[in-house]
């Protein structure tokens, strides 16, 4: 027969470990968005993931920037692993020949050297879209 401290601390053991895999469960992974991106960008938009093998998109909704983005052509690899029919947000740059790549932010690391980030895209779900109308709510 076990002691009553010996069954308080495997009940607490036991309330503790629920309370850490919860945490696990609901907070792994946040999507969080890169504000300097979205700032420096001159559009964003949220497309659809038609061809994953060469990322090919067609824009569902031109959140800013100027209108009649209908179709993108971007780096695959920017969606490895992801299905078909995904829907993503993306932060467009313009380049010299008037096509559009993924904006790369430039921030300052802790020696004030400037860094170029990865050309970041974001899954599109009720996290990223509550950032994004944030952010635009601020701009």
């Known amino acids: 027969m076990t002691s009553a401290p010996f069954r308080f601390a495997l009940g607490l053991a036991a309330v503790w470990w629920i309370a850490l895999v919860t945490l696990v469960l609901y907070a792994s992974n946040p999507v969080t968005l890169n504000a300097v991106q979205l700032k420096i960008a001159d559009a964003i938009v949220t497309a659809r993931l038609v061809d994953p093998a060469a990322g090919k998109l067609d824009v569902d909704k031109e959140w800013t920037g100027r209108?009649?983005?209908?179709?993108?052509?971007?780096?695959?690899?920017?969606?490895?692993?992801?299905?078909?029919?995904?829907?993503?947000?993306?932060?467009?740059?313009?380049?010299?020949?008037?096509?559009?790549?993924?904006?790369?932010?430039?921030?300052?690391?802790?020696?004030?050297?400037?860094?170029?980030?990865?050309?970041?895209?974001?899954?599109?779900?009720?996290?990223?879209?509550?950032?994004?109308?944030?952010?635009?709510?601020?701009?």
């Open 67 to 139: 209108r009649g983005i209908e179709t993108l052509q971007l780096d695959p690899q920017l969606f490895a692993d992801a299905p078909a029919e995904s829907t993503w947000l993306i932060p467009l740059s313009r380049t010299a020949e008037d096509r559009y790549q993924v904006t790369q932010a430039v921030i300052k690391n802790s020696r004030g050297e400037s860094v170029v980030q990865p050309p970041y895209v974001y899954r599109w779900n009720d996290d990223s879209q509550e950032q994004l109308e944030a952010f635009l709510a601020r701009k």
